[in-house]
């Protein structure tokens, strides 16, 4: 059952290029991607919802992301959840949520 702990599949459509950075110890990309969800509403509307993803991979998968990926592909992406926090320029601490990934999967054409 610990296989389960904090893991996260997705399959949406990419927002924007990657961004990628290289370091001494390897590269990171950042990256968003968008899922949707149909459903129809109490009313009988048929209504789409559309939620935004941040991804971070790092070494070799960020490596295959630079290469393949691009604004518009659909990808499918394994990984965990990890949250940090920050404090911007005014003092306030702020918090990102993001999934790390450990494998992705090219889709589409």
Known sequence: MNTMKNRVQLIGHVGNDPEVKTFEGGKVA???IATNENYTNAKGEKVEHTEWHRLTAWGKTAEIIEKFVTKGKEIAIEGKLST???DDKEGNKR????VIISDVLLLGK
Not at 95 to 98: M, V
């Open 95 to 98: 918090y990102i949520t993001e």
């Open 30 to 32: 950042n990256l968003n």
């Open 84 to 86: 940090r926090s920050y």
